[in-house]
């Protein structure tokens, strides 16, 4: 089973709505100088026409700068492995039971920033929240500045694989895949023709891709999202 969430960020999120000036902050870090943060799933109708009105009609060069896409699997994710045109940096955090729990594909402040983690373990540690499903595992998508605008394409070059590093039969080709798998630093020391090589065996020993499903899952609420980024982009007025 797959359910897609999305949230609209520009900074932190206490509650409900985060709201930031900061000039200084902003010149320093080369970024806009006023910062509105919300999940429009947490706002009633009311609130998000009295944060439409009151907050986001009056700012000036106003844009979204990030986006946040959120994937639900009733599946466990801990064996699966991001894969992009361009390497990235790979951080794992493990669990008590030794599996992974928690993997970042890119760096923060990256255009794409992907997080994969046990949503089941997080909401027992965090909330003391029983899941009843065997499995629950998220995939979030934050996409940055110029990729917010491509957010309907953002899975381009990606690929979200379980590959089977064991199934080709020469001994080198395991060995290589394994290490590209877990050491991530690898990529970087081979040359053009072996990446693209390797790159296609892994998609090739992986029977599932999981941005296949989740192309579908955005394209199915493509329209509901569009329309929710028209509202808080168009600058027009509420009457009653």
């Known amino acids: 089973m797959l359910k897609l969430y999305y ?4 900074a932190t999120e206490p509650e409900k709505v985060y709201i930031e000036y900061d000039k200084v902050k902003a010149d320093s ?3 806009r100088n006023m910062r509105v943060e919300f999940n429009p799933n947490k706002l009633t109708h009311k609130e998000m026409l009295w944060l439409k009105q009151n907050i986001i009609d009056y700012m000036e060069d106003d844009g979204f700068t990030r986006l946040d896409l959120a994937f639900d699997f009733e599946d466990d994710l801990s064996d699966y492995y991001a894969m992009t045109d361009k390497a990235v940096k790979k951080t794992i955090y493990y669990g008590r039971n030794g599996k992974p729990e928690t993997k970042y594909f890119g760096v923060r402040d990256s255009d794409r920033f992907i997080r994969i983690y046990n949503k089941k373990q997080e909401r027992k540690d965090n909330a003391d929240i029983e899941i009843n499903s065997e499995h629950l595992w998220r995939v979030e998508i934050e996409l940055k500045r110029d990729m917010v605008d491509y957010w309907n394409d953002c899975f381009k070059d990606l690929h979200i694989l379980k590959p089977d590093w064991t199934t080709p039969e020469k001994i080198k080709e395991q060995a290589m895949i394994y290490l590209l798998l877990n050491e991530e630093g690898t ?8 990446k693209y090589k390797y790159k296609k065996l892994i998609k090739e020993i992986s029977p599932i891709d999981l941005t296949e499903l989740m192309k579908s899952t955005l394209k199915a609420n493509e329209k509901q999202l569009q329309k929710q980024i028209d509202f808080w982009q168009r600058e027009f007025r509420f009457w009653n």
């Open 7 to 10: 949230k609209f960020k520009f």
């Open 187 to 194: 990529w970087g020391k081979l040359e053009r023709h072996a």
């Open 29 to 31: 870090w080369d970024r």
